[in-house]
């Protein structure tokens, strides 16, 4: 039997391919603006993300449009591919908003892969893209230290435009910055992170200057962000996974409860076509926990997606997480034999917070009871060895819960979009009485982010957006 020709590519190394079909054939351009991306890496998967453009910059309409063709993936564990497989050729339509996304499956724990995007215009005429890495997560049982860093909260409008985009922090960016993107990536790569988890925020689609409602809108605010230098090449070089917050799912302290545009399952769908975060074809939840060598592992929390409202008077019945993913939640951590256990959240428990948000398990309105509950829960249950990390807030801290959890917030990733935080005790707090202990929060506004090394020891360290250490914990 003759196999389909999309089954041979799958089996065939590229250089099987004719050299003859490597380069573009067409005078029409065909790109990668917005460079490659990896997500969801486990010990044996990983999901490989492309755009197709017609250009590498922005357009007179402030975006970057996407350009019909065909892509396939690379890879091996071979730099110079020596030995590779690729995927089957996809087809890049304005249906996905020209994003191609595949699964690599059966691959090898702690082990670097190699991989590039062959693409053109039809199968008969392409060419490769940059060579990327990734590394797969180490065994369970591996006794293998991991290094990973927390972002959140990049603001473009902000970033580019400073005072007249409603900075709320320093301007910072130089023109050469505002040209290659936010400085942290270029700090973040230079620590050489095994992994990045982007809390939310990863977009403001609710800025004053420019509200995204309609979907060629949402779009837009994804492409001008990710076609920056630093970003394609942080991320060629970097695997990820993403939460989302607010302002990349509808607007700020959205839930689900009204009519305004965007809608929320608008919100839920534009998020997970823009980033690798499921397989193609597969509806999954976004809350997930990922087992990561001997010593640890993490929980990532949807924090938006089953959300009772937030106007909701607060008590046993309102719930940010949801009934279903708060019991998964419980279930998942009491089988766990990680020594370090990690929750990762776009939004903070402990906090403190502004006194006037509903939003978020720290509020005094919001939805603190399910917080208290769950921190009693895991005080009963003896699960020991537990930190919280979280993203939305604007700024930098390490705090500390009456119950003894302790917070850490990765703070916002770029000075633009900084300010200065709120006290324990202060009276526009959450937290007036002071019960809240903060051994550290940022002294000026600052961007940044939050590196986490595990091994036997756990170190949690703050860094500014160019690379200055500010803070550093070990437990």
């Known amino acids: 039997m003759k196999l389909p020709r999309r089954t041979i590519l799958k089996m065939l190394p590229l250089s099987a391919i004719p050299a003859s079909q490597l380069a573009a054939s067409t005078s029409e351009q065909l790109c990668l603006g917005q460079g490659t991306i990896c997500g969801e890496v486990t010990q044996s998967t990983a999901l490989l993300q492309t755009r197709l453009t017609s250009a590498t910059e922005l ?15 690379e890879w091996s564990t071979e730099a110079d591919f020596g030995v590779a497989q690729c995927t089957p050729f996809q087809a890049a339509s304005d249906a996905q908003d020209f994003i191609v996304r595949a699964e690599l499956t059966t691959l090898k724990p702690n082990t670097t892969h190699y991989y590039r995007t062959v693409f053109g215009r039809s199968e008969k005429s392409v060419k490769p893209g940059p060579v990327c890495s990734f590394k797969t997560l180490p065994a369970e049982r591996a006794d293998t230290p991991v290094r990973f860093i927390v972002g959140s909260c990049m603001n473009y409008n902000k970033f ?34 095994d992994f990045f988890i982007g809390t939310g925020d990863i977009v403001y689609y609710d800025h004053p200057l420019r509200v995204a409602k309609t979907v060629p809108q949402l779009r837009l605010c994804w492409h001008e962000q990710f ?20 302002h990349d799912f509808r607007f700020n302290e959205s839930d689900n409860t009204s009519d305004e545009l965007p809608l929320p399952k608008t919100g839920i769908d534009i998020f997970r076509e823009q980033l690798p975060i499921t ?18 592992q993490i929980w990532l929390t949807e924090g938006r997606d089953y959300r009772s409202p937030n106007g909701m008077a607060d008590g046993p019945e309102k719930s940010l997480w949801g009934t279903e993913q708060r019991e998964w939640l419980k279930t998942t951590l009491k089988a766990s034999d990680a020594k370090w256990k990690i929750i990762i959240s776009p939004t903070p428990m402990v906090g403190p917070d502004d006194k006037k948000k509903i939003d978020n398990h720290a509020d005094i309105s ?8 769950f921190f009693a829960w895991l005080k009963e249950s003896k699960i020991d060895n ?13 705090s500390i819960h009456p119950s003894g959890i302790e917070e850490f917030a990765c703070g916002a990733l770029n000075d633009e979009n900084s300010r200065m935080g709120v006290a324990p005790g202060a009276k526009n707090g959450s937290d007036p009485e002071a019960r809240i202990k903060q051994p550290f929060t940022s002294a000026t506004p600052l961007g940044g982010f939050l590196q986490i090394t595990a091994a036997e020891q756990l170190t949690l360290e703050h860094f500014d957006s160019r690379g200055n250490s500010l803070n550093r914990v070990t437990r």
Not at 162 to 169: D, F, I, T, V, Y
Request: aromatic share 12%; net charge positive; glycine share 10%.
């Open 366 to 373: 919001g939805f603190r009871h399910e917080a208290d509950a």
């Open 59 to 73: 357009d007179a309409n402030g975006d970057l449009p996407g350009a019909n063709g065909v892509v396939c993936f």
């Open 279 to 296: 397989a193609p074809g597969v509806d999954k939840r976004t809350y997930r926990t990922h087992r990561v060598g001997k010593h640890l």
């Open 386 to 398: 537990l930190k919280l990390v979280c993203g939305d807030r604007h700024w930098q801290y390490h």
């Open 160 to 193: 580019m435009l400073g005072k007249n985009g409603r900075a709320s922090g320093p301007e910072t960016a130089t023109e050469e910055d505002k040209r290659l993107g936010f400085p942290s990536f270029e700090s973040m790569l230079k620590l050489n992170p």
């Open 227 to 246: 076609r920056f230098p630093r970003l394609i090449e942080f991320f060629r070089r970097v695997p990820t996974y993403w939460s989302k917050d607010d």
